[in-house]
C-alpha cells in the first residue's frame, strides 16, 4: 500500500478551507448587496406586496392674478373605494353607495362586482355629506378618501390663457398645462396591510401618507384690464359675427402680458365635453397658436426700419397702386393718395409709401431686421403651442414679394409675436420675451420660483424708439386711427386690414380687421392689440371694425385706474357727421363725403349707392374712412 504524502494533504485541507472561505465572503458580500445597497428597494417591494394603497390626490395650487384675485383653486371632495374580497354583499354594498351618493346602483354593482381586483373606484367627487354618511354605515370592504376637484371662481374669465384639467386633475391647456408639474402638487396615499387575495389582515389598520398640496401660481394679469378686454372681444362678436376675436395686452418695458381674452369660448366649471370640436376650439389661444398675415399694422415694423437705415424721402407719390416685376399691387385707396411726406404716409396707411421703403432697403436689410424683430421664430412665451412665424426663404424672395412685405403681406407672424416686436418699437429698442407668470408662491408665502423680464435682443436705436411713437400718436389723432381716440389722453397706434387666402389664393370677402395702439397709464406703457377674424358683412376695415375697441377699452382703463386727462380736449380731432349716400351715384356719393372731410372705399358695380357705414348722421372723426356699396335701385 502506497504512503499518502504529508504535503499533498495539507494542500488539499488549504484548498478547501479556502473554498470555504470564499464561498462565506460571496454569501457575505450577496447578503451586504441584498440588505444594504438593495435593502431599501427590496423592502418597498414586499411592502407593495403586503399592502394596499388608495391615492390621496393633492389639492391642485391656486392660480390668482397680479393683484392677489383668485382665478381658480381647489375644493375638496370624497372618492369611494371598494375591495370586492372584504365585503359581505356586493349588492348590498352597491345600494349602500347609491343611496347615500346618489348615483344609479346598477352602474355600482357593475364596477364593484368582479373577481380578481384588489380595489375598484366606485364613485368619484362625492360631497362631504354623502361621504359622511357613507362612513357611518361601517360597511367592511368600502373605503372613502378625500380627493380634490377644481373650481374656476371667475368662470368664463381668461378661458384659453388659464386652460382647465382633465377629470384626474392633470392640465390639458393654457396654465394649467405648461405649469402643470408645479400647480400639481404631491399625491398622498392610504396603505393597508392584506393578505395574498387582497383582504384586510384582522388586527391591522390603516395608515396615511399625507399629500402635500400645490403651490400658488401668481400671474402677471391684472384683473382690471383682462375684464374690459373681455367686454370689448363679446361686444365685437355681438355686432360683426366673426370667426373669432381676440385682444392682447402687454406692458411694453417688461414683456408682462396684463390681458388675453378671445372668443369663443365658454365657462371653464361647465366645459362642453359632449362636443369636443368646440372643446378644443374654445380652449385654443390663437394668440399664441396661430400665425396671419397682419396687414398694415406691420408697417410698425417696416416704419422703424426705414428711420433708423436713413432710408426716409421727403416725399412719396401715391397714384393708387406701384408696378414691381410687372405686377400692380394696388393701395389700399385705389383713388390713391397723391403726393404727401413720411409722416402722412403713416397717417394714411398707403401701401406705396412702405413698399419703396421695403425695395429701397433691399432684401438683405429686409431680412436681418425681421430676423431682430423676432418675426419667423417663436417669442418663448410660457404658454402652450406657440406658433412660429412664416416667412418666405430670403434667397428666393423677388422684388414684387418684398415690396408686399413692407405693407404686411407676404409674411405671417403670431399676434403675440407681432405685439412682441411692436412693443420693442416704443420702449427703446429692447425685444423682450413676453411672459403670463410671475411667480410661484408656496402656502406660507415663500417664492418658490421668479419670472422677470428676459431682453432676447435689440431692434432699433433710443431715437428711432420716440421718433416712431410721435408718429404714431398722430395716427390717432390725425390718420385712420381717429376711431381709437379718448379725449384728454394720447393714444397712438396703426390699423390692419389684412386679406385672407385659401388654398394658396386671395379668399374673396375674407378679412383680419385689426388694430395695433398704446399708451401711458398707471406708471405703464400698455400696448392692446385687437383682432377680429372675417367680420361679417360689407364692413371689413380695422380702422371701423377694431380701432374702436381699443379706445373702449383704454377710455375704461383710464377710469379705473383714476388717470386724470393730461391734454386739452379741445385739441382733439374735429368731428363731422355722416352724409345721406342712398342713391346717390359715385360721383355725388365720392363729392358728399369729401366735403365732409371724410375718406371713403367702396365696393360692388352699379349706378347707385344702395348700403352705407356708418349710417347717416353718425358723428365721426374728420379724415376717418367711411365706406358704401353701389348696385342697382
Known amino acids: 500500500m502506497r504512503n499518502i504524502s504529508h504535503i499533498t494533504f495539507k494542500g488539499r485541507l488549504f484548498a478547501a478551507m479556502l473554498l470555504i472561505a470564499l464561498l462565506f465572503c460571496a454569501l457575505t458580500g450577496r447578503l451586504f448587496y441584498l440588505q444594504i445597497v438593495q435593502g431599501e428597494g427590496l423592502t418597498q417591494r414586499a411592502y407593495g406586496q403586503w399592502t394596499r394603497d388608495l391615492p390621496m390626490r393633492a389639492a391642485r395650487g391656486k392660480i390668482v392674478a397680479r393683484d392677489g384675485e383668485t382665478l381658480a383653486s381647489s375644493y375638496d371632495v370624497f372618492t369611494v373605494y371598494v375591495r370586492p374580497v372584504e365585503t359581505k354583499s356586493v349588492q348590498t354594498t352597491a345600494r349602500a353607495i347609491a343611496e347615500c351618493c346618489g348615483v344609479e346602483y346598477e352602474r355600482v354593482l357593475a364596477k364593484i362586482d368582479k373577481k380578481g381586483v384588489s380595489?375598484?373606484?366606485?364613485?368619484?367627487?362625492?360631497?362631504?355629506?354623502?361621504?359622511?354618511?357613507?362612513?357611518?354605515?361601517?360597511?367592511?370592504?368600502?373605503?372613502?378618501?378625500?380627493?380634490?376637484?377644481?373650481?374656476?371662481?371667475?368662470?368664463?374669465?381668461?378661458?384659453?390663457?388659464?386652460?382647465?384639467?382633465?377629470?384626474?386633475?392633470?392640465?390639458?391647456?393654457?396654465?394649467?398645462?405648461?405649469y402643470d408639474a408645479w400647480l400639481k402638487g404631491v399625491d398622498g396615499a392610504a396603505y393597508t396591510e392584506t393578505d395574498l387575495i387582497g383582504g384586510r389582515l384582522d388586527g391591522t389598520a390603516t395608515s396615511y401618507l399625507a399629500p402635500i398640496d400645490g403651490p400658488t401660481a401668481r400671474l402677471t394679469i391684472d384683473v382690471t384690464l383682462q375684464s374690459l378686454a373681455e367686454k370689448a372681444?363679446?361686444?365685437?362678436?355681438?355686432?360683426?359675427?366673426?370667426?373669432?376675436?381676440?385682444?392682447?395686452?402687454?406692458?411694453?418695458?417688461?414683456?408682462?402680458?396684463?390681458?388675453?381674452?378671445?372668443?369663443p369660448t365658454y365657462d371653464l366649471n361647465d366645459l362642453p365635453r359632449d362636443d369636443i370640436a368646440f372643446l378644443l376650439t374654445g380652449a385654443k389661444n390663437t394668440l399664441v397658436s396661430d400665425v396671419y398675415e397682419p396687414g398694415s399694422t406691420f408697417k410698425i415694423l417696416t416704419a422703424a426700419m426705414g428711420v433708423?437705415?436713413?432710408?426716409?424721402?421727403?416725399?412719396?407719390?401715391?397714384?393708387?397702386?406701384?408696378?414691381?416685376?410687372?405686377a400692380r399691387i394696388r393701395c389700399w385707396r385705389s383713388i390713391g393718395h397723391g403726393s404727401q411726406d413720411f409722416a402722412h404716409g403713416i397717417m394714411n396707411s398707403c401701401n406705396c409709401v412702405f413698399m419703396d421703403i421695403a425695395l429701397s432697403a433691399g432684401a438683405e436689410t429686409v431680412y436681418d431686421y425681421l430676423e431682430d424683430f423676432g418675426i419667423g421664430s417663436r417669442t418663448g412665451i410660457d404658454l402652450p403651442g406657440e406658433g412660429a412665424g412664416i416667412l418666405l426663404a430670403e434667397q428666393s424672395v423677388k422684388p414684387v414679394d418684398l415690396?408686399?412685405?413692407?405693407?404686411?403681406?407676404?409674411?405671417?407672424?403670431?399676434?403675440?409675436?407681432?405685439?412682441?416686436?411692436?412693443?420693442?418699437?416704443?420702449?427703446?429698442?429692447?425685444?423682450?420675451?413676453?411672459?403670463?407668470?410671475?411667480?410661484?408662491?408656496?402656502?406660507?408665502?415663500?417664492?418658490?420660483?421668479?419670472?422677470?423680464?428676459?431682453?432676447?435682443?435689440?431692434?432699433?436705436?433710443?431715437?428711432?424708439?420716440?421718433?416712431?411713437?410721435?408718429?404714431?400718436?398722430?395716427?390717432?389723432?390725425?390718420?385712420?386711427?381717429?376711431n381709437a381716440y379718448v379725449p384728454?389722453?394720447?393714444?397712438?397706434?396703426?390699423?390692419?386690414?389684412?386679406?385672407?387666402?385659401?388654398?394658396?389664393?386671395?379668399?374673396?370677402?375674407?378679412?383680419i380687421s385689426s388694430f395695433i395702439g398704446f399708451t401711458e397709464m398707471d406708471g405703464r406703457t400698455i400696448v392692446c392689440l385687437f383682432k377680429v377674424d372675417e367680420p361679417q358683412g360689407y364692413v371689413y376695415y380695422g380702422s371701423i371694425v377694431a380701432a374702436p375697441y381699443v379706445g373702449q377699452i383704454f377710455s375704461g382703463a383710464f377710469a379705473a385706474f383714476g388717470e386724470q386727462?393730461?391734454?386739452?380736449?379741445?385739441a382733439a380731432p374735429s368731428s363731422t357727421e355722416m352724409p345721406q349716400l342712398y342713391g346717390m351715384s359715385l360721383t355725388q356719393a365720392a363729392a358728399s363725403v369729401?366735403?365732409?372731410?371724410?375718406q371713403y372705399e367702396y365696393s360692388g358695380e352699379g349706378t347707385a349707392v344702395i348700403a352705407q357705414f356708418p349710417v347717416a348722421g353718425a358723428e365721426l372723426y374728420e379724415g376717418a374712412v367711411v365706406h358704401f356699396t353701389l348696385g342697382e335701385m
Open 594 to 598: 369729401k366735403a365732409s372731410g371724410l
Open 403 to 482: 415690396a408686399r412685405i413692407g405693407f404686411g403681406q407676404a409674411v405671417a407672424s403670431t399676434p403675440i409675436g407681432l405685439a412682441s416686436a411692436v412693443c420693442s418699437v416704443i420702449n427703446g429698442g429692447r425685444l423682450l420675451r413676453p411672459y403670463v407668470l410671475s411667480s410661484i408662491e408656496s402656502a406660507d408665502g415663500e417664492t418658490l420660483y421668479e419670472n422677470g423680464p428676459q431682453i432676447r435682443g435689440a431692434t432699433v436705436s433710443e431715437s428711432t424708439s420716440e421718433q416712431m411713437k410721435e408718429y404714431l400718436y398722430s395716427v390717432v389723432e390725425e390718420g385712420g386711427g381717429k
Open 308 to 326: 433708423e437705415e436713413g432710408l426716409i424721402r421727403d416725399s412719396y407719390y401715391c397714384p393708387g397702386y406701384r408696378t414691381v416685376d410687372g
Open 565 to 570: 386727462p393730461k391734454y386739452d380736449e379741445n
Open 119 to 178: 380595489e375598484v373606484k366606485a364613485v368619484a367627487g362625492v360631497g362631504e355629506t354623502s361621504a359622511l354618511e357613507l362612513r357611518s354605515r361601517g360597511l367592511d370592504g368600502v373605503y372613502v378618501v378625500k380627493d380634490s376637484a377644481r373650481y374656476y371662481d371667475m368662470g368664463n374669465f381668461a378661458t384659453q390663457l388659464i386652460g382647465f384639467v382633465n377629470a384626474d386633475g392633470t392640465g390639458q391647456s393654457g396654465i394649467e398645462l405648461y
Open 488 to 511: 384728454g389722453y394720447r393714444i397712438g397706434g396703426k390699423t390692419g386690414t389684412a386679406q385672407k387666402y385659401e388654398n394658396g389664393s386671395i379668399a374673396n370677402g375674407k378679412y
Open 233 to 263: 372681444v363679446r361686444d365685437a362678436v355681438e355686432k360683426y359675427s366673426p370667426l373669432s376675436a381676440s385682444c392682447l395686452m402687454m406692458d411694453a418695458d417688461t414683456g408682462e402680458v396684463l390681458a388675453m381674452a378671445g372668443a
